[in-house]
């Protein structure tokens, strides 16, 4: 099959693309149009430039799922180095403040203060992110030399780790770690946050996306391979877009259920969840929202 002919067809589907660093969400969206011929394209939840991983892509009818994509708990790897901060809070960044580490830490007390912000828990947003505040994204203030009030911001740390031995090099301190947190989470605040609970001035010195979407990041496909496939005529890396349902609960209609879904007639459902992620047999039908005491379609997908 010639790419022509591909890009005829309708594609459709959830992609799990591996980005890498130097590369925005966005760049990496603006590629893949011209890769698959298609301009119904979305990404579910942005990756820093630096940050490598997992950052799953919709195409066509799964734009519509992007929502609940980027809803799902998201894991990542990564270093922490205790010694200086920058102004991005990461390696990239100009330095802004050092503290020598001068002594070995107690490895007890700094799983103590990692322990310490798990759970629910406040941040504010980095100057430089894309958070935006009266109309105008944060770095932007930031690249003006600007400080602006940042609004906090409530997450979720499912799970916060320390994955590596403490090392030392040059009066400063690192280790890697593994956390699984909500959207919306910002792990370079995150390890800024444990530098100062932990009396140091801190910043993320690596960071990969290993989990996204229920996609991970060992399936996971680069530009370079997905356009190698579209050449070859290969499709295979579409998922469904069923798996772009995240952590919402999922309910299987009867035939009589399914037919009310699709002239977009409220039905009654055992849940008392928000929203659920409707089947009519293994395909996705709908996305379902409480009223009341009843379902009301949100979106049918089919």
């Not at 990692?114 to 770095?139: D, F």
């Not at 229920?214 to 399936?219: A, K, N, P, R, T």
């Amino acid at each position: 099959m010639m790419r022509k002919e591909i890009r005829k067809q309708h594609m459709n589907g959830i992609i799990n693309l591996k980005k890498e660093a130097g590369m925005t969400s966005h760049d990496a969206v603006f590629k893949l149009r011209k890769i698959l011929g298609t301009k119904k394209i979305g990404h579910g939840g942005t990756l820093d430039p630096d940050v490598v991983g997992v950052l799953p892509i919709a195409v066509g009818k799964a734009t519509r799922m992007v929502e609940f994509m980027q809803d799902e708990g998201k894991v990542y790897e990564g270093e922490i180095t205790l010694g200086y901060s920058t102004t991005t809070e990461d390696a990239s960044g100009e330095i802004v403040d050092e503290t020598p580490v001068l002594a070995p830490l107690d490895e007890k007390l700094v799983d103590e203060a990692i322990a310490s912000l798990t759970g629910p828990i406040t941040q504010i947003p980095p100057m430089y992110s894309a958070v935006k505040v009266n109309g105008r994204k944060l770095y932007e203030y930031a690249r003006a030399g600007q400080e602006v009030e940042r609004p906090e911001r409530q997450v979720t740390i499912y799970s916060f780790e320390r994955t590596s031995p403490i090392s030392y090099e040059d009066k400063l301190a690192r280790f890697t770690f593994r956390v699984k947190c909500s959207k919306g989470t910002y792990i370079r605040t995150l390890s800024v946050d444990l530098g100062e609970k932990l009396g140091y001035a801190a910043h993320m010195s690596h960071l990969t996306r290993t989990s996204a979407a229920g996609l991970q990041l060992e399936d996971s496909l680069t530009l370079e391979e997905i356009a190698e496939k579209v050449e070859a005529g290969q499709l295979d890396f579409l998922h469904p877009l069923e798996i772009g349902t995240g952590d919402l609960v999922k309910v299987y209609l009867t035939p009589e259920q399914a037919e009310e879904v699709r002239f977009g007639r409220f039905i009654e459902l055992e849940q008392t969840v928000k929203e659920v992620a409707a089947f009519e047999g293994e395909r996705l039908l709908a996305i379902l929202e409480k009223r009341d005491n009843l379902y009301k379609p949100r979106k049918v997908l089919i």
